[in-house]
């Protein structure tokens, strides 16, 4: 990906700022779009702008006029039973998670399209959508929608550009950490999956660079769980 134009929105924290560091590391010119500039600023190789991915249109004025990679990164985790969920918190969820993937990919499809390689576009949609659990109602929502949009754009968009997703279970991130806030609380999360392990930020993101790459030229529309065994296996012991 040596000299490649590639945005990551929400790449300040988590998966996103590991994903960055792998692509500054490999050579690519990387622009890091959030609210926050956070860790990203202290990257080399790596430009922030800011852009709240809630409130309208990426602005473009500090990009390149030819990119060929988009990763989205934002996320919620808004755990709650259904009849504490009010309707904002679904909106919200939906805002966030797909609208504002929508708005990047609408705001960077004409660069994307001038790429004489091709783009990708990477995104990330969550275990809870294939495999369903209690209190993931919002999020999974929105991420399932995430996973349609995958689809369709990945077929309106090809044979230019790639579209495809990432869909972890629980991972090691600020987002997380809640959930993750004492040892029996990971304890119990790691013996919930099949590799008795919660995913780490590195993983995610050395999968999100291999979308990304051209060694990946061959995938497009897809869903990749990256998951620790939760959505396909079951260990019977």
């Known amino acids: 990906m040596k000299d490649q134009n590639i945005v990551v929105i929400g790449g300040t924290s988590g998966i ?5 560091r792998m692509l500054t590391e490999s050579g690519a010119r990387v622009f890091v779009g959030s609210r926050t500039a956070m860790e990203a600023e202290k990257l080399p190789g790596a430009e922030y702008f800011p852009w709240d991915a809630g409130q309208g249109d990426m602005p473009l004025d500090t990009l390149p006029e030819t990119v060929q990679g988009l990763v989205y990164c934002p996320g919620t985790i808004r755990l709650r039973p259904i009849s504490r969920l009010t309707d904002n918190d679904f909106l919200e969820d939906f805002n966030i998670n797909v609208m ?3 708005r ?3 705001s960077l499809l004409t660069r994307m399209k001038k790429s004489s390689s091709g783009g990708s576009v990477v995104l990330f ?4 959508v294939q495999t369903g659990m209690p209190f993931h109602a919002s999020v999974a929502s929105a991420k399932g929608a995430i996973e349609g949009l995958t689809r369709a754009l990945s077929a309106e968009l090809a044979p230019r550009i790639r579209v495809n997703a990432i869909a972890p279970s629980l991972t ?3 987002l997380a950490a809640q959930l993750l806030s004492s040892e029996d609380k990971r304890k119990a999360a790691e013996e919930r999956h099949p590799m008795k392990q919660v995913g780490s930020a590195e993983q995610m993101a050395h999968t999100a ?3 990304l790459d051209e060694r990946s030229g061959w995938i497009t529309g897809q869903i990749l769980h990256v998951d620790g065994g939760m959505s396909a296996v079951r260990t019977f012991r």
């Open 125 to 128: 949609s969550t275990v809870a």
């Open 16 to 20: 996103g700022l590991a994903l960055c």
């Open 209 to 211: 660079a291999y979308l």
């Open 172 to 174: 090691d991130t600020p």
């Open 100 to 102: 504002g993937a929508v």
């Open 104 to 106: 990047a990919v609408r």
